[in-house]
């Protein structure tokens, strides 16, 4: 008797099938303006905040404007480990067209691209245990080393099975992956590239949409998400977190045009930018309080914390600004 196809625990639920539309719908706009604005220029500059924000959830502290200078094959002084992540990814990402979601071996041979020089045991699956942390709190034990293969050969199966629209799919397999948690090391930044290798093979300019600045910003909420599904033994929660995060990329995108991918080709736009009067005061109150928070800043300008994060990608995408060190213990240099 053969055993039944694996199912990842979840529900389409109304706000679900919203959240598809208004994406969809966006995205239509999006790819009708992309055919014409996303140029090569635009694109590298999508990938470079994609590489950034991407190594940046898992601590690595290089600007967008050093991952700039990388792309162009410029000497950058940070951490030796944080500039090998940095090599690494943009190899990773260049080689995305060549890979199918569905294919096991292809996810191998990503992750050993993506931890070149970082650890041993590329391209293999792990043989311990491992867990998720936000910090140093555990949100996450991973199955048993002996199960992996098992669960990664039917998350597989049900992926090239599964007649659920790809912008869920590829939201399931991201939660599915890291819920399994299948290497020693790099599943975080596999499963962001996993869901965007999915989506772009939905719709090509999907590879393009640095989504992965939005979860950096609301770094957060997506380890909740993550934690709040295993609570539930259901991966609902995460998937609606993740739409959200697509939606709100593309709404940003939308919104900002070009701009969305202006300014990094030497780290810094050669057209000098337009500040209206939000730019200045987040400057003025970032130079007197370099530790200020994203959250007090909201207060002090009375706008909305999306606003106030939409003006300091702006100031940080035209190199007025620059975060140093972490979100806890960072602080702003003004530039400009």
Known sequence: MNAKPYQPPFTFTSPIVAS???????????????????????????????????LAIEHNTLSVEQVSAMFDGKPVLGPPREVQEVRNAIVTYERLPHWRPTNEHHLLD???LLM??????????????????????LVHMAPPADRVPYLM?????WLAATDLPPLVASCLFHYEFEF??????????????????????????????????????????????????????????????????????????????????????????????KLDELDQQLMALMAQAPHITQQALMEQCGRSLSTIQRHIRKLRSHGLIERVGSDKSGHWKVKG
């Not at 598809?20 to 905040?49: C, D, F, K, Q, Y």
């Not at 041993?120 to 709190?137: F, M, N």
């Not at 991966?235 to 709100?248: D, G, I, K, N, R």
């Open 180 to 273: 399994i948690h299948p290497f020693a090391d790099g599943n975080g930044r596999m499963g962001r590239l996993w869901q965007t290798l999915i989506l772009s093979q939905w719709r090509p300019e999907l590879a393009w949409l640095p989504v992965e600045t939005v979860v950096r910003e609301r770094q957060r909420e997506y380890y909740a998400a993550l934690a709040q599904a295993d609570a539930a033994a259901d991966s609902t929660p995460f998937v609606v977190f993740m739409l959200e995060a697509l939606e709100q990329a593309l709404t940003l995108a939308l919104e900002k045009g070009e701009e969305v991918s202006e300014g990094v080709s030497d780290g810094v736009n050669p057209l000098s930018p």
């Open 20 to 54: 598809v539309s208004r994406i969809s719908e966006r995205l239509g706009a999006w790819s009708a303006r992309s055919e014409t604005t996303l140029s090569p220029m635009l694109r590298r500059g999508n990938r470079i905040r994609t590489i950034q924000a991407s």
């Open 110 to 112: 990503a992750h050993a």
């Open 116 to 137: 070149a020089g970082l650890m041993e045991g590329l391209g293999r699956y792990r043989a311990g245990g491992v867990g998720i942390y936000d910090g140093d709190l």
């Open 153 to 157: 050969r039917d998350l597989f199966a």
